[in-house]
């Protein structure tokens, strides 16, 4: 089976090497360039311009703001990372545009942007604070971490793996639902791992605990950076091994196999599952 990394929204690869993270956390000392105004889990974008806004930060924001960030640069240009405050109104001119992909209009390109600056908040907001003593930490130059300067301890920012399979029985697929997702759409089981578990065994226990089935031949296709706030996702195809379907209705509103020949309504373009789907939901000979 081909294995490769697929140029995903939020994989450093989609933005064709154009991007390059921050190592100096300060940035650049005057702060100019692309910047990626943030509100939840939404960009904030000028009514007149498809694109972010760019230059210094907008006038119209700037008492909103929390915190700001250098988030690294793109085509040589800084990109800072703003995080506007939840209860602000919306400034006169801008409007919210979702950065989840089941919602979005942006571009593949101000999407990964936008998630990378989301992702730069996030660890921005965590590591204030040493874990270990708590007292306030300090940015480690040229590198992405932060030290303490009362027990040296240092921190960097970390990633959460979590596991997404397609479960194939030769010429159907099983496919889950939860109740938030839009009417009728379907996608695949998926998890967090556990503590002392390799990613196998984390698909093995997840569709265990989700659909109640067994499974085999299970093998690794790709990944795709989830910056909500900073997961891993490993994506999987496995075979049906056994078993009775039963949906675990602690996470799921229902589980069912499909045939590939009739496929209900699919996760979006942009995410993982949509594109394990797209190259892998065949008959299995």
Sequence with gaps: ?????????????????????????????????YWFLIQGQCLLLPDSAAEVPRGRIPAAVEGAVETVVFAGTYDGDACWGAAIAPDAALPPGFRKESLIPRDTRLSQETLSLGGIALQALHWERMSRHCPCCGKPTAAIDGECGRRCPGCKAEHYPSLHPAVITLVRDRERVLLTRKSFWPKNRYGLVAGFVDPAESLEEAVRREVGEEVGVEVKDITYVASQY???????????????????????????????????????????????????????AVPVR
């Design 1 to 33: 089976m081909e294995l490769f990394t697929p140029n995903l929204p939020f994989n450093r690869g989609s933005l064709r090497g154009a991007f390059v993270p921050a190592k100096r956390a300060a940035g650049p000392s005057e702060k100019v360039g």
């Design 226 to 280: 989830w910056p909500f706030p900073s997961q891993l996702m490993v994506g999987f195809v496995a075979t049906y091994a056994g078993g009775e379907l039963r949906v675990g209705h602690d996470e799921l509103e229902d589980a069912r196999w499909f045939s590939i020949r009739a496929l209900p309504d699919l996760p979006p373009p942009f995410s993982i599952a949509r594109f394990i789907l797209d190259r892998y």
